[in-house]
């Protein structure tokens, strides 16, 4: 290879086919929308849980840092997705290009261990009722939230760093709607094998670990749950835990096929449209769904509108 051929790339451009980018401004639209509906809701989650007393329990609390985490995991890819769609192709700058790897990373790294712990919390409570208290006080639950944050940090610093090392042949086209680290290895001019190796063992290892430590919690938590007589008691019990399994289910179902399959980082309609759901509609989909399913929630969510209400009409009747 020739020496010119191998540069140090300071911008990419990121782009979709022209096949699918002909519906672009309807994918612009809709994109926006359900991003919208991300914010808002999670958002929403967020301050019912600082406003409302009985909602600021570890389970909540965890459900707290997963929407604020949600809310930064859209931020970070969806923004660049619209000016694609709005653009048809949009240029980014190297730094930005790791940054975006860096964050995408971060806060989806921290996603699958933030899971697992919602689910410890779920087995403390109907596992070890007794103890719950103890075992998932307020420092407890900072300490392992906190753990969570740094095993991302650290996975995510690792991937960029390695990434940041290659070097790049032209064309500098990036055929995704945002940066990567697979698309990216598929432009280098170098042996990227050690790279693709790290990051199948990353992914599978923080996909892993996580899922068979939520299987296991919930394989307890449904022994426990089959041994109580009353028949009303394990219908609430599961209830507690139906929504988060949801969510897991969504999520470690889009990474996995997204990360840990063979040929991952080919590029087919079909992973377009995954990685779509993955980094826009889950988070979105995530409040809707805690809240609908999460009698708690909606209880407060009506707390705070009859407050709302109320303040409005004593208004009008001063007036």
């Known amino acids: 290879m020739e020496l010119s051929n191998v540069t140090i790339q300071s911008e990419f451009i990121l782009w979709w086919p022209a096949h699918l980018l002909q519906y672009h401004g309807f994918l612009f639209a809709v994109t926006l929308f359900v991003y919208s509906l991300c914010l808002i809701g999670n958002m929403l989650i967020i301050t019912l849980i ?60 921290t996603e699958c261990f933030l899971l697992a712990l919602m689910a ?4 403390t409570a ?5 103890h719950y208290g103890m075992m998932m006080n307020r420092r407890v639950c900072i300490q392992l939230a906190s753990l969570c944050w740094t095993s991302g ?39 990227t094998r050690l790279n693709e190796v790290i990051l199948r063992v990353a992914g599978g290892l923080l996909v892993v670990i996580p899922l068979l430590f939520i299987l296991w919690s919930y394989l307890n938590i449904v022994t426990t749950i089959w041994k109580i007589p009353s028949m009303n008691a394990k219908q609430k019990a599961f209830s507690t835990c139906s929504s988060h399994l949801t969510v897991v289910g969504l999520f470690y179902g889009t990474v996995s096929y997204m990360y840990m399959r063979p ?6 309609d079909w992973n377009r449209l995954v990685v779509l759901v993955y980094t826009v509609l889950t988070p979105a989909l995530n409040p ?22 109320q303040c409005q009409t004593l208004k009008n009747n001063t007036i």
């Open 120 to 123: 410890y919390d779920r087995y």
């Open 288 to 309: 809707l769904i805690y809240s609908l399913r999460n009698n708690d929630v909606i209880e407060a969510l009506n707390k705070v509108l009859c407050k709302i209400f």
């Open 153 to 191: 940090f650290l996975d995510s610093l690792t991937l960029t760093l390695l990434t940041s090392m290659l070097p790049f042949c032209g064309p500098f086209q990036i055929n995704n709607l945002f940066c990567d680290v697979p698309p990216l290895l598929k432009i280098a001019c170098t042996d």
């Open 50 to 109: 600082c406003l409302e007393a009985h909602l600021q329990t570890p389970m909540y609390f965890f459900l707290g840092n997963l929407s604020f985490l949600e809310m930064c995991y859209t931020s970070v890819t969806v923004p660049t997705i619209l000016g694609v769609f709005l653009e048809k192709t949009k240029h980014i700058s190297l730094v930005a290009c790791l940054t975006q790897i860096y964050f995408l990373h971060f806060f989806g790294c």
């Open 263 to 268: 040929n991952s980082g080919i590029s087919t």
């Open 126 to 130: 109907i596992c070890k009722p007794l």
